[in-house]
């Protein structure tokens, strides 16, 4: 396994052993083919801001991509944005706009609440509007084999007793398929086996392409094995996405692709399980639905949501607190703090072998809790035993530079994967304040939120300079309060030997 400070970037290639729901075990993951990990992961449908169980899965896929990258590996990753289904036409007939119009918002919301999260983009990002010629063809495909048939609506139905393999994902008992009973909404009743929609018939008033199938729009599932064919072959290494796709929405993209080319679809499957919001099912009802934007305006850190989401390995079930987003909070500063003393703080020159040992044994058991599953909970474990050993050490003045250099490259490739130590925070809470003004809903931020960014950086820098010239004329009462009024306005002024430093909380 590899070693501490032996000059590396990376580790020693690991190989990943990712839990495959196809085959019901864990398996390594590696490409077939070509040189690149070809995978594919369901996106997100924009008709809504994106919830925090969306970005659960999105951030799992964002962190087996990075773990993909740092074992050495380079990676072809496409994701699709669904921009035409049932719910977006409801809602764009409803606002009395053009679909596109209606998604285009919810996309770019989209695009800035991964860069919030810090989520690298995928080399391939495909609409389905985009691709609709790929789906009709696809369509055809299993129309020559019989396998799709046209109603007199002119909707196209995947025929399902025409594939005995079906259900292989879900392990769903399916025996009850009814030859032609159908289905055609995107999604629908769990362990309802009928024909599915391909392609729907045009209704007044909707949205629809004119094709060789006739007039009309696809189906959601439709949409994923064609785009996923385009970019990444008939076969490729891994699909993800979250649990709740798994049936029937990963069941069907496998019936018609391997139905049309037959070949095997993707290889491995990947999925990303759910999320509960304080014990129970995230719901607007029960009043525990968060998007990403409702949080940060309450003042939470996108860095802390990252952190606290990804800490909860993919294959268990999540339950979200708020006692966990503040602990990741907490979490975080440690790190923060620990990563500048690590490369500001002044030590002895040399190396002491045992915090050289821990440095090592912290790099192994990340690295193994990674390469085990996508381990999380125990590769963020390591970096904190890590943490604490080397806080001793450098209270005892037994941490050595060598030692703080290899520590260094530790917390590199920590974060290369967790992706929390840049501190963005502000900037991106300022950037949901923004767009809470643009959208009328001010009211939903907290109200020390508000007080913090109504200060820029040059009214506290001028502020903490009047504190400090108050000491010096030894006024401390105008110095005290100064620092009280920065910290209820959520500004902490921290005095040091190097001078005074503040920071937004
Ligand atoms: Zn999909």
Known sequence: MPRAGCGRDTPDVATLQLFNTLSGKVEPLTPVGTPDLRMYCCGPTVY???HIGNFRTFLHVDLLRRVLLQFGLTVQHVMNITDVDDKIIRNATAANIPINQYTAKYEQAFFEDLTALNIQLPEHIARATECIPEMVALIQQLAAKDIAYRTEDGSWYFRLARDPEYGKLSKKDLENITDGARVDLDEYEKDAARDFALWKATKPGETSWETP???GRPGWHIECSAMATKFLGQSFDLHAGGEDLMFPHHENEIAQSECASGHPFARHWMHVRFLLVEGRKMSKSEGNFYTLRDLLLKGYRASAIRFLLLSVPYCNQMNFTF??????????DRLRTFAKRIKTGT???????SIAAATIKAEHDYTAALANDLNTAEARAAIFDLVRAANTAADHGTLHTENAAEILRVLTLFDAV????????????RAALAWAEREGRLDQ????????????????????AERTQAKKTRNFARADAIRNDLLAKGILIEDSKDGVRWKRK
Do not use: K, M, W
């Open 445 to 464: 931020a907290a109200p020390e939120l508000l007080a913090t960014l109504a200060l820029s950086d040059a009214d506290i820098d001028a502020l903490v």
């Open 347 to 353: 030590f002895p020159q040399g190396r002491d072998e």
């Open 213 to 215: 199938i006739g007039p």
């Open 323 to 332: 006692d966990g987003l503040t602990e990741s909070t907490n979490a975080i």
């Open 48 to 50: 809504n801001y994106g």
């Open 418 to 429: 967790f992706a929390v130590l840049e501190d963005h925070d502000a900037d991106l809470t």
